[in-house]
């Protein structure tokens, strides 16, 4: 089946733009489910911004993310605030997620590491994150941090994320297992299902 014809079964344009500005951030962000991979992101925190570029990519997503923070005091209202704002945007995008296959998992070697990432667009939000870092940076970004980004994108998405990486030596090699398996568990959930006609939920709804 081509593309174009499993994006039939897609009513609407699947897009969003968030603007989410407090005491400490300051951030846009636009999303395109249906993109081709084409990230333009400027958080202030380069690996953020690296790991946001290769999710975008794998995700098959377009992603624009322009954000200021409080990055004076540290990083984290920052990597915080553009996962909520992620989260966001992909709720507001998927609408009343008619059609779509809901779930997603993806296991992903990156080198020495191996991570399993599956989620569940339900409507509902859990989240178990199985990682041991070797060390407490990557360069000169808190690894804990990205636990905090995972945690306020599901927390916002309304969803059910596990993130379980099996083994790893190197905690960039870890991180960017993580993002591309996620990315890829979410292209696989977003995904038009010909045979879903309506809401893949015996309640009628994901909204709750």
């Given amino acids: 089946m081509s593309a174009e014809l499993v994006l039939a079964f897609i009513p609407m344009a699947r ?8 005491a400490e951030t300051d951030t846009q962000l636009s999303l395109n489910v249906d993109g081709s991979g084409r990230a333009d992101i400027d958080t202030g925190v ?18 624009t993310v322009r954000a200021k923070g409080d990055l004076e005091v540290d990083q984290h209202h920052t990597v915080e605030d553009v996962g909520i704002c992620i989260g966001q945007a992909l709720r507001q995008a998927l609408g009343d997620k008619a059609g779509i296959r809901r779930y997603g ?7 020495e590491t191996l991570a399993t990432v599956a989620l569940d667009l339900g409507g509902r939000y859990a989240i178990a994150f199985n990682v041991d870092f070797p060390s407490a ?30 083994y790893g030596r190197n905690s960039h090699h870890i991180s960017e297992a993580i993002f591309k398996a996620t990315a890829r568990a979410l292209r696989m959930a977003t ?3 010909p045979r879903m006609t309506g809401v893949p939920s015996t309640k009628g709804t994901l909204d709750a």
């Fill in 15 to 22: 897009t969003a733009n968030i603007d989410r500005k407090t």
């Fill in 46 to 63: 380069g690996f953020l911004d690296h790991m946001l570029t290769l999710f975008a990519k794998h995700g098959a997503l377009d992603l």
């Fill in 105 to 111: 998992h993806f296991t992903l070697p990156m080198d």
């Fill in 137 to 166: 940076k990557i360069g000169g970004f808190d690894t804990e941090l990205v636990e905090e980004f995972w945690r306020a994108f599901a927390g916002n998405a309304l969803c059910n994320l596990h993130i379980l990486v099996h």
């Fill in 191 to 193: 995904e038009a299902d």
